[in-house]
């Protein structure tokens, strides 16, 4: 199948060609034609599978050949998304779709300055991608006009929710003309966004070409239990071993992101930090620094979670575990995007153990233990949720130390193996113990 069998205007192929899109993904295949019929749809998939061209190709083309009323031009098409970064991104991938149609475009953020964003409203724009605590501002200052709005995007609509923004949608759907497309794109779908989806979609249509809440297969995922003050030390040695890759590594608070950046720069690797606290242009320059090469390492909180497409980017590390199994699935879609292989390595100390074993029931044991040389726990992972009094877990043993040849993890199906000096456990299994809550 090509992308000219769907339908797409002439210019659109033409830009698609140029981009090096040869054949549409699944998400793509199934759903522009759904949108260019005028469907409201729900689109599901597996971060990294194309949904930004899903929506966005079936936009331009409505867009542009809808002729806009008369008067100023207003927003006929509104894309709302959970972050900055995505915000950026989606835009960035609009434009260039739609670089031989005649569409204006704009994002509105948070953390950039109001007046410049006012201005290119006034100047008048076709296509709004903005971020919902942002675009309230500008409702309230009455600098946008929502009231030619044809078609809405609700990108990463679960993230949504989990920030809070539920308030803030419905605020700005009070704002849209009632008959309009509307799209919602999610890489997960929980049954309350399905709940929420029936009361401002109209029989819309539904798009899942993968399971929820996975991951791509071609990630290998890897645990290394560790004590919480030597998770830095081992983080070092992973890095130091690995030093021609680019890694994309996570933590779970602002300053502890900024401190261990810092800690990384003082023992000769190049990182920078991203995370919330960071002003737009911050977070910019040190996106551009990482994936020019300048910086190695990014390390992040989850804002980085989804929005960042960083291409052929081979492994990403957890310093911190999530307090949110799902966040998992985001964390690891960072790496083994369109069909490329990606390595997950995970840094657990014991007191993390209620949170591994949420993740490992979201991904069915998908995820192989393997202790690191010189750097075991003073106690083990608690895989059960009924850890014995003493020594490790029933099943787990330690490897001898001393082997004429060491099994090696992760050969099954071609995924990456085991940095050296690394002994692999058994898999165990967990019994359905209390999946770990967390708050965000």
Known sequence: MSFESLGLAPELNRALAELGYAQPTPIQSEAIPL????????????????KTAAFALPLLQRIAQTPPAGGPRRPRA?????TRELAVQVHDSLRAYGKYLRLASTTVYGGAGMQPQIDALRRGVDILVATPGRLIDHMERRSVDLSQVQVLVLDEADRMLDMGFL???????????????????????????????????????????????????TVAHRVHPVDAVRKRDLLVD?????????????????HGCNRLAEQLEKAGIESVAIHGNKSQAQRLKALRDFKS??????????????????????????FDLPMVAEDYVHRIGRTGRAGATGEAISLVAPDESELLRAIRRLLKNELEIVEAEGYAPSRALDLTGHAPAA??????RQAPKKRSRRSRGGGQGGKPQAHAGAKKHGAQRSDGSRRGSGGR
Do not use: C, Y
């Open 391 to 396: 020594g490790r877990p029933a099943g787990q």
């Open 238 to 254: 992973i890095l130091s071993k690995r030093w021609q890759e680019q890694v994309l590594v996570f933590g779970r608070t602002k």
């Open 167 to 217: 308030a803030a949608i419905k605020r700005i759907l009070g704002k849209l003309p009632a008959n309009r497309q509307t799209l919602l794109f999610s890489a997960t779908f929980e049954d309350a966004i399905k709940k929420l989806a029936m009361e401002f979609l109209r029989d819309p249509r539904e798009v899942q070409v993968s399971t929820r809440n996975t991951v791509a297969s």
């Open 293 to 318: 090469g300048k910086a190695r390492v990014m390390v992040a909180t989850d804002v980085a979670a989804r929005g960042l497409d960083i291409p052929q980017l081979p492994l990403v590390i957890n």
């Open 78 to 82: 509104l894309v709302l998304t959970p």
């Open 35 to 50: 949108a260019l019929a005028g469907h409201d749809l729900m689109g599901g998939a597996q971060t990294g599978t194309g």
